[in-house]
Nanobody, 123 residues
Framework: EVQLVESGGGLVQAGGSLRLSCGASGFTFADYGIGWFRQAPGKEREGVSCISSSDFSTYDAHSVKGRFTISRDNAKNTVYLQMNNLKPEDTAVYYC????????????????WGQGTQVTVSS
């Protein structure tokens, strides 16, 4: 059974930091591109940061560039999202997901999804 389990969300003040983790099982983690997505109430799900399965190249959305860093540890089947200098507009449910493509940040190209973790940034 494929599972992606996110953790590390919570409530933080603007300017603070959080580190999200996503543990994966049930598929060959190293063969999949992994992405972090978020969805705020009334908005579409958007790609935040994504990392390739091959050379660990990354893509970051413009809104988080320079503040968020995605990384992965294939030995632990885990992907991380370090979020610094958080802003109220970062408030959303954050999901990790897996795609058989090497690197993509299009949510429609992702097959497996976690249940999400809430991130709330207060002003």
């Amino acid at each position: 059974e494929v599972q992606l389990v996110e953790s590390g969300g919570g409530l933080v003040q603007a300017g603070g930091s959080l580190r999200l983790s996503c543990g994966a099982s049930g598929f060959t983690f190293a063969d999949y591109g992994i992405g972090w997505f978020r969805q705020a109430p009334g908005k579409e799900r958007e790609g935040v940061s994504c990392i390739s399965s091959s050379d660990f190249s990354t893509y970051d959305a413009h809104s988080v560039k320079g503040r968020f860093t995605i990384s992965r540890d294939n030995a632990k089947n885990t992907v991380y999202l370090q979020m610094n200098n958080l802003k109220p507009e970062d408030t959303a449910v954050y999901y990790c997901a897996a795609t058989p493509l090497i690197l993509s940040c299009d949510p429609y190209e992702y097959d497996y999804w976690g249940q999400g973790t809430q991130v709330t940034v207060s002003s």
